[in-house]
């Protein structure tokens, strides 16, 4: 077993700071090389600390206010609007950066990009439910209308 220091959110593993036991093979041939993790060592307490620090100012601080936010979330309606040509395809996609973004806008929350679920890429005009994790206990599901400009 290896023992690491998350450096990333890795999906049912951790969050970055947290000190996990993976097997060697999974260390070794993707945590590792992806840069998703570094080795335990003594020395590394002072590293994981600080992103302790840093994931606290990002978090939303408690359940009711995230759940606050959900409320928010899931009666709105996102629009985002693109360029596309003349077939109705976007020139590129939306991303989850440009999703949390107009979230943002509209409730005036700070929304983290790595927190929007978005199962394939958005590269067609039309609607779209995505999931938003605002908390670990907590996930909105809100429409995003993606219109041409």
Do not use: C
Not at 36 to 45: H, M
């Amino acid at each position: 077993m290896a023992k690491l220091i998350l450096t990333h959110e890795v999906d049912r593993l951790g969050e970055p700071g947290d000190v996990v036991e993976v097997k060697d093979g999974y260390a070794r041939n993707f945590l590792l090389p992806r840069g998703y993790a570094t080795r335990w060592t003594k020395g590394a307490q002072k590293q994981i600390d600080q992103m302790e620090a840093a994931r606290r100012k990002r978090v939303i601080a408690s359940v009711e206010e995230a759940q606050g936010l959900r409320d928010k979330l899931e009666g709105a309606t996102l629009t985002i609007a693109v360029r596309t040509g003349a077939s109705g395809r976007l020139f590129g996609a939306v991303t989850a950066a440009d999703i949390a973004e107009a979230a943002q806008e509209k409730t005036g929350a700070t929304i983290d990009r790595r927190k929007v679920m978005v199962a394939n890429p958005i590269k067609n005009l039309g609607s779209y439910r995505v999931e938003i994790r605002l908390h670990a206990d907590v996930t909105a599901t809100t429409t995003v209308d993606v219109v041409s400009e």
